[in-house]
């Protein structure tokens, strides 16, 4: 039997609720026959004018800031792509062909942004719901002998009361807020890599999950060595906040001197392992490392626990770089040197390095994200580093974030 074709626009025409959809610019791009029906509008009077021009602020009333409020949280949805709730507010619409004369409304308004493939906000519907006759309808009880006990007082009860909410949840963005744009930039500090900049060839992403802080444990770095060679690297210490970053910048500092010292990468790797060891919350740290010696078009990697490098191939075959992988870092407490291997590399192939944020799923087996992976790179390896690596977050859905952190290297040989 097959499935009946939906009529969405009539759907939407239909729908009980007040909608208009909006532009990224908030332009009233539809509206459905609720919303026409509770402001005595009609789809010419709406469509294709900015919403505020529609329902200006009244200026004979300072106390009603819907407009205020209304534009705070569509702009909200624009930065953040999520959807935002409002408290019931207060509106004074200009009543239908009545200029200069306002009608308060109360409204439960919704705004929900609609992405585009690019993972930009495309339209928002908002969507509200009319609360102002069961508000005007219902007074107020168990005060005796308080005048406010009628329509007025209700009004105004509950119009303190979803103010008072109201600051008090601007106040709560507003401290989150502080705290992602502190520890964005602590964050930039830490993975600051001064030689990176000399190197077109190569390019760095780092998302962290999409309900931190924005500061985690997971690193990248790129440094420059003699002889015409280059190392790349990149991390994750176990956890996340504050505790886990400042770990990952210690770990990161002694990789990165480590390599300057010593550039072959088992030993290096060592190094660090060692280092680990001496702080209980950097054991369990994973790491993958590789040199680049551009004179010999040869890599020599080594891995502390963590996922293989990928080495693509612009024919379209790819191999994971995976022998010489030894336990994660602070593991091991032998005198075993830590393994590395070397594999040759021609002109225009192209290595990856990643954090397992980029291919573990729940519920999945990881060699699925290791092939999702593989096929990712094979399929657009012609494109440059800095296209290649969108490409990658976008094939692997986590363009806009995933639920744990990523850090990317795409190094074009």
Known sequence: MSTPRIDYPALFAATPSPYLVLSPDLVIVEVNDAYLQVTGRTRDELVGRRLFEVHPDNPDDPTADGVHNLTASLERVLRSKQPDTMAVQRYDLVAAGRPGVFQTRWWSPVNTPVLGPDGEVRWIIHRVEDLTEYMLSRPLRGVPGD????????????????????????????????????????????????????????????????????????????????????TVAVGDVVGHGLEAAAVMGMLRSALSAAVRAIPEPGKAMDVLSGYARTFESALATTAAKAVVDRRNHRITYTSAGHLPPVLSRPDGTAELLDKATDPPLGVLTDQTPRPQATVSYAPGDTLVLYTDGLVERRGEDIDTGLLRLTEAVTQHARLGPEDLADTLLARLGVADGGPDDIALIVVRL
């Open 147 to 230: 005048a406010r006990g009628d329509q007025e007082g209700i009004e105004l009860e509950l119009f303190t009361r979803a103010q008072d909410l109201m600051l008090v949840n601007e106040e709560l963005r507003d401290a989150r807020d502080w705290e992602r744009l502190t520890a964005l930039t602590l964050q930039k500090a830490m993975l600051h890599a001064p030689d990176l900049a000399g190197h077109g060839e190569i390019a760095v992403r780092y998302m962290p999950a999409t309900r931190s802080l924005n500061i985690c444990g997971d690193w990248y770095d790129v440094v420059d060595l003699p002889d015409d060679k280059f």
